[in-house]
């Protein structure tokens, strides 16, 4: 990942994720990430702010950008099933304004992951996200905001989520999701045909896939031709 970010024609990040051991977060910026996100939201307030903390005095030092988290993103990194959820009270679990004011005044990040009502994976059904939340966010702290969960929203959704302060979009699940149709479908269509399917195929058609989806969600975002 990291050769293929440095060989690249245009400015690429390599980031690591959702990462909760010290560890290691460092072993990644040795090894030259760009970037990393320490998720401290299953911690109360201050040990949040405290390990972010410690961390970003590290990240800072090496030049890496700090993403932190604030409020719970549904369904584990990776998905999951939706059935399994439990009814929850958006207060208790999306990001908290006055709490993301706090976190931001006492910490040295570069971007906060919050909590409106995206879940990571991909939707069985349409998620309610709750923009006036987003926004009240991005006007009192002013920082670049991410959105987690970024798979298969409709176009409005993501459109609106930037106006109100997404910055980052982590979207993974809906193109991998995308990518495996095709291929099921390039199957059948070859098995219909009396044709064979070779492995370089598949690896072939999945490049195309991945292409043709990030050209489009890259247009939609907003992103194409910024580099
Ligand atoms: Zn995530």
């Keep these: 990942m990291l050769e ?87 207060d208790d679990i999306y990001t908290n304004p006055k709490e993301a004011k706090t976190f931001i005044e006492n910490t040295n990040i570069d971007a906060l992951a919050v909590a409106y009502g995206t879940a990571h994976g991909v939707y069985t059904k349409e998620p309610v996200l709750d923009f006036d939340r ?35 979009l982590n979207y993974y699940s809906n193109m991998a999701f995308e990518v495996a149709n095709t291929i099921q479908s390039k199957l059948n269509e070859n098995r219909a045909q009396n044709k064979k399917s070779y492995y370089h195929d598949l690896s072939k058609w999945a490049m195309e896939a991945i292409q043709e989806d990030i050209v489009r969600t890259m247009r939609i975002f907003g992103s194409a031709g910024k580099a």
């Design 4 to 90: 293929a970010a440095r060989k690249a024609k245009v400015p690429v990040a390599v980031h690591l994720d959702h990462g909760q051991d010290h560890e290691i977060l460092i072993r990644a910026m040795k090894l030259g990430f760009s970037s990393i996100m320490f998720d401290g939201a299953h911690l109360q307030l201050e040990e949040n702010i405290r390990q972010t903390n410690e961390i970003s005095k590290i990240a800072k030092a090496l030049g890496v950008s700090v993403e932190a988290e604030l409020g719970k993103i549904l369904r584990p990194e990776g998905g999951g099933d939706e059935e399994e959820e439990e009814e929850y009270d958006p």
């Design 134 to 168: 987003l926004q009240l966010i991005k006007d009192i702290t002013g920082m670049p905001l991410v959105m987690h969960g970024g798979s298969g929203l409709d176009e409005a959704a993501y459109v609106k989520s930037i106006q109100c302060g997404i910055r980052k």
